[in-house]
């Protein structure tokens, strides 16, 4: 099975969220519904697209920066920033 195969599929990231299904997708990343185990809640994880390289430092750092970016924020129309993490295996 590729990569976009399995994530068409549910699957466990992080040994932590499992990952439910596609919300949507953009030029870079790709939004998924899934559950945090950990917190007992539905979240949404943000993954870069599997088209991509996954070892392209200059989108991992991006959407890091993104990440800590939001996380800052605080409205009721922006999605609050829980977690940033580099899974491997993804």
Known sequence: MNEAQ???????LANRY???RRLGSGRSSD??????????????IKLLR???KSDDHVQ???????AHAL???EHDAIVS???VEVD???
Do not use: N, W
Not at 39 to 44: D, L
Not at 60 to 66: C, P
């Open 6 to 12: 399995q994530r068409s599929q549910p699957f466990l």
């Open 18 to 20: 499992r990952v439910i």
């Open 31 to 44: 939004v998924y519904a899934a559950h945090d185990k950990k917190m007992g809640r539905t979240c949404a």
């Open 50 to 52: 599997s088209d991509l």
């Open 60 to 66: 991992r750092k991006r959407l890091e920066l993104e």
């Open 71 to 73: 996380a800052k924020l």
């Open 81 to 83: 920033v829980f977690d």
């Open 88 to 90: 491997e295996h993804k």
